[in-house]
């Protein structure tokens, strides 16, 4: 008797752990439009130049993107500011630099070759910051994760209040395309968080797809060009092809011809 409800115990909390991790399970990822999929797929202009303010504005604060530097920003195939532009912003932002000839290091405003500002001077820094999390750098954020610009996407339009019965600690949030529902990071997101230069409403679906787009552009600076080679390197091979076909079909008829 002892040993069948045991049995019925163990079968019960497999049947409760089954149904959590079911219901943990994130959900599948939004879609939408990417100008820059496809083999013709161009980043655009207007989303990368937002999503920069959107990064800047949100994200820079604990993000870092260390793998980029100011020029890239004027660079053809990204946001494209002009080099007066590019300069612009990278002087507003200080970077460290040094030693100076006291042998001490020293602040000074960016230039077009340094890289984007740091937000924490070392990882102790921004763990402690952040409740022992250490935000991931966004450099290739959206090569690094499965699903891509898609997963990116969805998880910036993902926050919401838990379902019944399920109880976050603190500091904990609820987000329904994370694997598990959990994520440290609070809700960066909310409509009207910035002003757009250009007059496009900042919803929180446009901030998210706007960012993503930089985000994509910083993780495959050269996609675009990329894309035009390979255009470049299939009409070349349907025209070698085509040349190679009516060749032979030429050299073949002659030896038909003699036989």
């Known amino acids: 008797m002892k040993k069948l409800l045991k049995i019925k115990s163990l079968a019960f909390s497999i049947f409760l752990i089954t149904t959590n991790v079911i219901g943990a399970e994130k ?8 100008s820059f999929k496809g083999l013709f797929g161009k980043f655009d202009r207007g989303a990368l130049q937002r999503g920069y303010q959107v990064y800047t504005e949100v994200c820079a604060s604990c993000h870092s993107m260390k793998y980029v530097s100011y020029r890239n920003l004027a660079e053809k195939g990204g946001p494209e500011f002009s080099e007066e532009q590019a300069k612009a912003i990278a002087a507003s932002f200080e970077v460290t ?7 001490e290091m020293f602040t000074r405003p960016a230039k077009l070759s340094d890289k984007f500002a740091m937000p924490y001077e070392n990882v102790k820094a921004a763990q402690a910051a952040n409740g022992g999390a250490y ?8 090569k690094a994760r499965k699903g891509g610009a898609d997963y990116i996407y969805s998880l910036l ?20 395309f994370m694997y598990g529902n959990m994520i440290k990071m609070a809700n960066p997101l909310s409509d009207g968080l910035v002003e757009y230069s250009d007059g496009t409403e900042a919803s929180i679906e446009q901030m998210s797809k706007d960012v993503t787009t930089f985000l994509m552009w910083a993780a495959e600076p050269h996609l675009e060009a990329r894309h035009q080679m390979g255009f470049k390197a299939i009409v070349y091979l349907i025209i070698l092809t085509t040349l190679v076909y009516f060749s032979m079909k030429r050299i073949w008829s002659r030896v038909e011809t003699k036989v």
Request: no cysteine.
């Open 97 to 103: 630099d040094g030693p100076n000839s006291d042998g």
């Open 27 to 34: 959900a599948e990822y939004l879609k939408t439009d990417w």
């Open 157 to 176: 339009q993902g926050y919401e209040d838990p379902p019944l019965g399920i109880t976050l600690d603190e500091g904990v949030h609820y987000n329904k």
């Open 135 to 142: 935000p991931p750098d966004m450099s290739v954020l959206v």
